[in-house]
């Protein structure tokens, strides 16, 4: 089975999931393989908008059914904690609407939200309407610079040897970079 037919086959699951996980770089990969033709568009900012959200709402109610367990309180320690209530306390709504954008909230902020007393209906509408902008937005940079990076990548003409060899180093460094910083954290 060649590669374009299990992303035709699975990438808007793979996209979902992606755009839950990672965030940004999935979404606009997705964008880049909708120029390609591998899915359609729509399709690529639906499962985005999709994966973002349930992401989203998952990490809010862990802030608001576990206050107390260790998850809720080892984000609680990090210093992006106490800036996400900030600022979710001078524009409850408009903060709700734009973490997903700021680089650092993402994951920290409906953690944060959730600890706090906002109604859940309001974080749902105002989180699906973000998702769905942040899917469109991400979305669309990569399907608008889709042919650019075609054309970046006919000229590099990659073998087989040299995209496992760049691969195998990214794993391998962000293995080491997770590992030293376990290693100095304990």
Known sequence: MTIEAIVAKYGLAAL???????GETVV??????????????????????????????IWFLIGRRFHDHRIVRKAHQK???????????????????AFRFIYGFRTISPIAIGTTDVAARLFVLVNLVSAIVWGITFSTIGYA????????????QPDTHTVVA?????????????????????
């Open 145 to 156: 610079f889709g042919r650019s990076f075609e054309q970046l990548l006919g000229r590099l």
């Open 16 to 22: 979902l999931l992606g755009a839950g996980l990672e």
């Open 28 to 57: 606009v990969a997705g964008g880049i393989l909708s120029h390609r033709g591998l899915f359609p568009l729509p399709g690529a900012m639906i499962a985005a908008a999709v994966g973002s959200f349930v992401a989203d709402q």
């Open 79 to 97: 210093p992006a904690f106490a800036k996400a209530i900030g600022f979710f306390h001078r524009h409850p709504i408009g903060f709700i609407f």
């Open 166 to 186: 760049v691969l195998a180093g990214v794993v391998v460094a962000t293995g080491l970079f997770f590992g030293i910083r376990y290693w100095r954290k304990a």
